[in-house]
């Protein structure tokens, strides 16, 4: 009773407080005035009070055509819920039982637009009536991860810039979960941190990794000024968390991951902030991912994976695909098959830490984060995109060198692919080169990549590994040298083999270094220099 208690709690101050965002001293104020009010609310709750499920309310972004937008609620059990639409259309009615204390129905296609009315009333029960105003259809986007997901808006390069544009995009709508964990999997958000707001200053620059998500906000911005339609932002990340702790058990088991995660000693990182989130398996996806999954969206996009970089590192490339496929799953039937059961999922790439390349297995966690195959989207992992990130540093982050402050970069890159595998735009050129043949020409080998590059000189990125024994190297091996790199051709680079035979060349690879180049300045990107290529490993025996 405490637990459910709790729960209404949390969600009526959100709701009663739809605009302010309270602090920590300013909640507990109001929790102590409101256990009495909560606990009457509560009563009538539970004996059936007509209610909207928690990330329902004004101001949201309801998905739209071709697909159907699912809206559900609570109500008195055998009675009869009538949702009506009313906007820009002709008036639209849909009816629903209530069965469990719970009523759902799905809507019609919608074009993108708005605003609409929605509103739902209950007849044989309560009779009670609520309506939600200004809601618009676009597209929907969920943003998951951990700090560097929700690294603020207030906590970029040129901040204040940044925050001067909220008030001119009015159609991108934001909405954030609340930090919290659950030992099964909860039907419906027990917090809200943020509720369906239109974007304004202060809450997109909150405290430090608190509201709202830079990545996420500018990657819905830049994706709005491209299809000049609304876009609703979803937040649910939190600072210092692995992969596990946002996965169903379903994918954990597949990959061998234990039951009973390894404990908090394990995570080695010598970043505060990176030591605050929950480790355990599924908590946050029983509590922050699978309240969601009757919302329609159209796709994820991810920033996460420095808290795996020591803990289940060599996993990493099943558990993060895994992850990816039984999201996909759950929120494809959670929807009734409204959400695609292929949704579009974009990640980040780790960019850097540590400037002193200790091994930190950030390189492995790069690979893995490409299920070992150096690009996206591939044949284990479908429409997916990826933004290279490790040009990106900030050694002067006032937050770690771990927090870079150039998340316009990354959300630009994340908007390009997007843009070409969401949405099938053509002739968006949203991948670094990546190499499509190499041979050995004397004492050289020569890569050819898959478009023109535009290359720079350079010493020590590109490495091959020596060994008359090795038929392929691991990154852990004592034979990696230095091979100097020299552009040849548009597409073309040569790579010196350093003394190396030829015959002895067991493997190759690039930037394979925490921190393998300077900002914005790796040895090969795009021929508009605007996309890096990103890190690989290639070995001469399969």
Known sequence: MHQIEDIYCKYSLVIAFQQVILTESTM??????????CFISLLTAVSGE????SYYGDHMVLQKAPERAVIWGYGTNNTTVVVSLSGLSNRNTYRSTVRDSIWRVTLDPVKAGGPYNVSAVESGGSDGKIMITDVMFGDVWLCGGQSNMAFTVSQVNNSLAELALASKFPDVRIFQVALETSLVELTDLSGVSVPWSVPTAHLLGGGDFTHFSAVCWLFGRYLYQTLQYPIGLVESCWGGTPVEAWSSSRPLQKCGIPQT???HDDFKEDEPLLLAGPK???VLWNAMIHPLLNMTITGAIWYQGENNGNYNRDKYSCTFPGMIDDWRMAFNK???GQTAADFPFGFVQLCTNKQSNVPDGFPEIRWHQTADFGYVPNERMKRTFMAVALDLHDAASPWGAIHPRFKQDVAYRLTLGARAVAYGEKGVSHQGPFPSSVHVNGTYLILTYDQNVFATPAKDTFEVCCSMEKVQCSSADIFWISAPMV????STVAVSLGGCAAE???SLRYAWKDWPCGFKACPVYSADRVLPAPPFVLHRWP
């Open 28 to 37: 507990r104020t109001l929790w102590a005035g409101c256990v009495g009010l």
């Open 50 to 53: 007509l209610r909207l499920a």
């Open 261 to 263: 995660p390894k404990s």
């Open 280 to 282: 355990e398996n599924s």
């Open 334 to 336: 959670g929807s009734g």
């Open 487 to 490: 552009p040849q051709d548009p």
């Open 504 to 506: 002895h060349v067991a």
